[in-house]
């Protein structure tokens, strides 16, 4: 969710149009966030908040479980690049079943062979955030800098730093967080 703000927010400090429609599923009981963002030139350009099924042009994917999802994926199409987190964070199942396993590296393959492996870039974006700034509540952010180096996110540096300072909060360890995320 805080992606896609400070991303709506970057892009109108350009003068472009965005649109964000959250999906939230009681994260604090391990239930899927799904964010769709839309991006436009100008803001009279943007005409629908959802993203349609095999239209998604990029993927920032913070959590395997939901970038995997039958939700999110529908919407993913041959050619779309993604910059997912490959950390593996508890899911409900998890917790209510010692046996439960999130196969990673079978979830990562289920997007390749969609969008294509050359299209996949990832990182364990909590890891980073854990061992440089202390607490996993900054992978977002630095997996929102990889996506950015990576080319997935059609705003200037600039702006997204604006929007950072805008939000107001832990301005010092997000920017780190996406100078991080810049060279990881």
């Known amino acids: 969710v805080t992606v896609g703000a400070l991303v709506s927010m970057a892009a109108h400090l350009e003068g472009k149009g965005s649109s964000v429609l959250d999906f939230t599923g009681f994260a604090q009981k391990f239930g899927p966030v799904l964010s769709y963002i839309r991006l436009a030139p100008d803001p009279d350009a943007i005409n629908q908040a959802r993203i349609d099924h095999h239209s998604a042009d990029a993927l920032i994917g913070c959590d395997i479980v939901v970038s995997s999802s039958q939700k999110a994926s529908q919407t993913y199409r ?18 209510r079943s010692t046996t439960a396993r999130l196969n990673v590296d079978a979830r990562l393959e289920a997007i390749k062979d969609v969008i294509g492996a050359g299209n996949v870039t990832a990182i364990d974006a909590n890891e980073l955030a854990e061992k440089l700034l202390g607490d996993t509540v900054f992978a977002n952010i630095i997996l929102l800098g990889f996506a950015w180096q990576n080319g997935l996110v059609p705003i200037s540096l600039a702006a997204i730093i604006r929007a950072i300072n805008l939000n107001g909060v832990a301005i010092e360890q997000n920017l ?3 100078d991080l995320g810049r060279i990881a």
């Open 176 to 178: 780190c967080a996406i």
């Open 78 to 95: 041959p050619g779309m690049k993604a910059a997912i987190n490959l950390a593996q964070m508890p899911t409900g199942d998890i917790v």
